[in-house]
T-cell receptor, first 116, second 110 residues
Framework: SAVISQKPSRDICQRGTSLTIQCQVD?????MFWYRQQPGQSLTLIAT?????????ESGFVIDKFPISRPNLTFSTLTVSNMSPEDSSIYLC?????????????FGEGSWLTVV | QKEVEQDPGPLSVPEGAIVSLNCTYS??????FMWYRQYSRKGPELLMY????GNKEDGRFTAQVDKSSKYISLFIRDSQPSDSATYLC??????????FGTGTSLTVIP
């Protein structure tokens, strides 16, 4: 399984500011994803981070709000821009990895953001 | 209709009990099934992974998949207070796109 390191693990942010979350994987992976998990909710896919090209965003998420970089196969960043209290959430970096008969998905420890 | 349905609970059991967690799904093409455990304010941790139908056992955990009923289960034997967490089911058709349940909150009381 992949070991995924995220930082910061938690932060308290001022309304209107932006924060960049970093994700480092201990091996090269093709598929890397960013999820959001709002309090009491399940996981919502924000985007797939593509190495060397623009990220693929899910419905309801846009690049201006959540710019993503993926400069290589082991690293990605997610920026949450112009934050509002509604952005308070856990942001999760994840990777798909081959496990026996197919891919499964592994998660980092998460970055818990509180916007005040 | 949601792709994956999971009872959010909360579920509270005494230590040592057998816990049964369940999910139903609508897409008969799903063939990869996963269970994750998530402690408060942490990322989900993969517990069990099953391909297609059948049972899989790992220590105190057993995952069951019934594709004919579109129903998956996770059983926890001899439950411990350290099992207190939220359990998420997930599934995939191709291994490229994953669908998650909303999670079931479990508390094991000493």
């Amino acid at each position: 399984s992949a070991v995924i390191s995220q930082k910061p693990s938690r932060d308290i942010c001022q309304r209107g500011t932006s924060l960049t979350i970093q994700c480092q994987v201990d091996s090269q992976v093709t598929m890397m994803f960013w999820y959001r998990q709002q309090p009491g909710q399940s996981l919502t896919l924000i985007a797939t981070a593509n190495q060397g090209s623009e990220a693929t965003y899910e419905s309801g998420f846009v690049i201006d709000k959540f710019p993503i970089s993926r400069p290589n196969l082991t690293f990605s960043t997610l920026t949450v821009s112009n934050m509002s209290p509604e952005d308070s959430s856990i942001y999760l970096c994840s990777v798909a990895s081959w496990l026996g008969s197919g891919n499964t998905i592994y998660f980092g420890e998460g970055s818990w953001l509180t916007v005040v | 209709q949601k792709e994956v349905e999971q009872d959010p609970g909360p579920l509270s059991v005494p230590e040592g009990a057998i816990v049964s967690l369940n999910c139903t799904y609508s897409n008969s093409a799903f063939q990869y099934f996963m269970w994750y455990r998530q402690y408060s304010r942490k990322g989900p941790e993969l517990l069990m992974y099953t391909y297609s139908s059948g049972n899989k056992e790992d220590g105190r955990f057993t995952a069951q998949v019934d594709k004919s009923s579109k129903y998956i289960s996770l059983f926890i034997r001899d439950s411990q207070p350290s099992d207190s967490a939220t359990y998420l089911c997930a599934m995939s058709r191709t291994g490229n796109q994953f669908y998650f349940g909303t999670g079931t909150s479990l508390t094991v009381i000493p």
